[in-house]
Each structure stands twice: as structure tokens, then as C-alpha cells.
């Protein structure tokens, strides 16, 4: 069985920065893709940014040039630091991969609980 578990939300005003963390663990194989995606009440789920297993990143029109994604493959972790935060980031921040593991040798997606960022004055 794998965890997701994210750390790192909480309350910032505009403008400040969080790092959001996400760490993987339990009976790995491999890890491809992750994601860090958001869900504003409301809203649907949608994607932020990714990061591939080589360092390759995509990120969403509305975070690109604030937001930066990162991984750690060693510590299978992933990180999402964001600056000039606005009001409209404010949302559930879900971590997200693609995995193989010992039990499951098919690529799946598993999903973190989830953590709040919350931007307000």
C-alpha cells in the first residue's frame, strides 16, 4: 500500500509565500509523474503544475512565473513553492502521482487527502 501525504498549506496573506510538501511512501517501485493539482470551493478539481521523472515541469497559465515545481526522487517528495500569492489561489491543494508498485506492477494514480491554502487579508 502507498501514502501520499501532503504538509505545508495553511493561511499567508496576498502577496507572501508557502512551500507545500508531498511525500510518498510504502511498497515503491517507480515513480513517473507527479502533479500538484487545487480545488476552490465551488470550482472543479484542476491541474497546476507537473514535474516529470527527469525534471521536466508544465505549470497552469494562471501560476506560471509564481509558482515552482520540484521533486526529490531520492526522498520520493515533491515540493511546490508559491510566491506573489493572490486571493484566487486560495483552494485544496492535492498532490498526485503516477506509480508502480511491488503489489501493482500497472502504472496507477494515487492521490493525496489533500492540504488548505488559504490567501486573505
Known amino acids: 500500500q502507498v501514502q501520499l501525504v501532503e504538509s505545508g498549506g495553511g493561511l499567508v496573506q496576498p502577496g507572501g509565500s508557502l512551500r507545500l510538501s508531498c511525500a510518498a511512501s510504502?511498497?515503491?517501485?517507480?515513480?513517473?509523474?507527479m502533479d500538484w493539482y487545487r480545488q476552490a470551493p465551488g470550482k472543479q478539481r484542476e491541474l497546476v503544475a507537473t514535474?516529470?521523472?527527469?525534471?521536466?515541469?508544465n505549470y497552469a497559465d494562471s501560476v506560471k512565473g509564481r509558482f515552482t515545481i520540484s521533486r526529490d526522487n531520492a526522498k520520493n517528495t515533491m515540493y511546490l513553492q508559491m510566491n506573489s500569492l493572490k486571493p484566487e489561489d486560495t483552494a485544496v491543494y492535492y498532490c498526485?502521482?503516477?506509480?508502480?508498485?511491488?503489489?501493482?506492477?500497472?502504472?496507477?494514480?494515487?492521490w493525496g487527502q489533500g492540504t488548505q491554502v488559504t490567501v486573505s487579508s
Open positions: 510504502g511498497s515503491i517501485f517507480s515513480i513517473n509523474l
Open positions: 514535474i516529470a521523472t527527469g525534471g521536466s515541469t
Open positions: 498526485s502521482a503516477v506509480m508502480r508498485t511491488f503489489e501493482r506492477a500497472t502504472a496507477t494514480r494515487y
